[in-house]
């Protein structure tokens, strides 16, 4: 593991919904991540390592560029500077003209003829330029300041250009996107790492009866926001689609899709544009597809309970709860060979079957609700107010442990909970509400790149 005592200098990075490679192993070679986390506000948090030479650039266009503005700079202040002198010598001229001609007509007032007079008249006229004069004069200052400002930009730019590194453009890009690839490497690692906490409820909407489920599909790309809305939790068979979350908000702009066969419980999850739900009064799964509207699998889980024989606590008919995590497809269920307990069944998406089972040794009716995370399923104590996150099971170490990360249960009847992956977000119906969390993820990165 790398340490977590970080030394300077750091970046700290926000990364989410990434994927990517690794980076460098050498400090000395370019950037390199010590330590990933989940801020508590959700977003994911890399720090990384500023490597000992910076990764900017030092090629030809930038060269290009500077000497460039130092050129047309220059040109400039020497154009404006020869104008300005040669309007000041003009001014000047204009000065010692004017003081010598006021002089021989105060010497010569007493006999001045007519024109004589028009003469002073104008020469008075005339007398406002030694304003403009002086004006001339502090152009010039300024015009002197500029261009020592400029010289010492020029200064500065080549300095900042020497630190820059020794870097060319194509191999600063080539850095950039490495550095761009561990990150989304990082923030993938971190959508796999050990549940520390859950956030405080989020409110999305208040609609339809006690128990119901909600969800996006999670193998959707970004600028998919469908929500999917199923009100009850038996004998069901209309399927809201709203357009984006917030025409779900507002409640406008869906469309409906009517189930050929009717639904049980409330475990239901939309993975990869289709539907996998659990038939009423069977331990059939069906997988229905909403783009041409039609079953396009369905198949028995071998022994598996289902009418409300083993529920979690709350019933409703949530003998059988599907899941996608970022692994996969996922069922949560219990047979009468495994005694009540809580069984994890990897199934194949196209076909349904099932890959591998784990028997986790937890009583479902003893669990409040159940959601997935990179492998591990967690386990809620209660669906009423008060519980919390008590149970974790690990499917690749075949391992458990107990947890105690609080949640909070703000409208006191959970019955459902699913995870997102691509949200990192958990999905609540909560006695009539829809309830967003985000979540709090913790993972080390490994010089291996092992989780």
């Not at 590194?165 to 996107?177: I, K, T």
């Not at 406008?252 to 993975?271: K, M, R, S």
Request: charged share 20%; with cysteine.
């Amino acid at each position: 593991m790398w340490p977590l005592t970080v030394p300077p200098p750091l970046l700290l990075l926000l990364c989410s919904g990434l994927a990517g490679q690794t980076l460098f192993q050498n400090p000395e070679e370019g950037w390199q991540l010590y330590t990933s986390a989940q801020a508590p506000d959700g977003k994911c948090i890399c720090t990384a390592v500023i490597p000992a030479q910076s990764t900017c650039s030092r090629d030809g266009r930038s060269r290009e560029l500077r000497q460039l503005m130092e050129k047309n700079v220059s040109q400039s202040m020497e154009v404006l500077e020869l104008r300005t002198y040669r309007d000041l010598q003009y001014v000047r001229g204009m000065e010692t003209l004017m003081r010598s001609l006021d002089a021989r007509l105060r010497a010569a007032d007493g006999s001045l003829s007519a024109k004589s007079f028009q003469l002073k008249d104008r020469m008075t006229e005339l007398l406002p330029l030694s304003s403009v004069l002086e004006q001339y004069k502090a152009d010039t200052r300024t015009i002197v300041r500029l261009r020592e400002e400029v010289r010492n930009l020029s200064g500065s730019l080549a300095a900042i250009q020497e630190e820059m590194g020794a870097y060319g453009y194509e191999d600063l890009q080539q850095r950039v996107m490495a550095l761009e690839a561990r990150l989304h490497a990082c923030a993938q690692k971190l959508g796999c790492g050990k549940l520390t906490g859950v956030s405080n409820p989020i409110t999305v909407r208040a609609m339809g009866s006690r128990f119901g489920s909600w969800m996006t599909d999670t193998m959707a790309p970004s600028a998919d926001s469908r929500v999917w809305y199923m009100d009850g939790y038996y004998k069901g068979r209309r399927v809201l689609e709203f357009r984006t979350l917030g025409d779900f908000i507002k409640g406008q702009n869906f469309i409906q899709h009517l189930l050929p066969q009717p639904w049980a419980g409330t475990g239901h999850v939309v993975y990869n544009g289709s539907l996998f739900y659990n038939k009423y009064q069977s331990n059939v799964v069906v997988k229905y597809h909403f783009r041409s509207r039609s079953v396009l699998v369905q198949r028995s889980l071998p022994g598996a309970g289902y009418n409300n024989t083993f529920p979690y606590s709350w019933g409703g008919f949530s003998d059988m709860d599907f899941m996608v995590d970022e692994s996969g497809l996922w069922a949560v269920y219990t047979t009468n060979q495994n005694a009540g307990n809580i069984v994890v069944s990897r199934l194949d998406p196209h076909t349904l079957e099932v890959m591998r089972s784990w028997d986790t040794g937890y009583p479902k009716r003893s669990a409040g609700e159940a959601f997935m995370i990179c492998g591990v399923l967690y386990v809620t104590n209660s669906h009423l107010a008060g519980a919390k996150v008590y149970f974790a099971y690990f499917t690749n170490t075949s391992s458990y442990e107990y947890t105690d990360v609080p949640f909070h249960n703000q409208y006191s009847h959970i019955s459902m909970l699913d995870y997102n992956p691509r949200e990192r977000a958990l999905y609540t119906w909560n006695n009539g509400h829809q309830v967003l969390y985000n979540v709090t993820l913790f993972h080390v990165i490994s010089t291996s790149g092992d989780p």
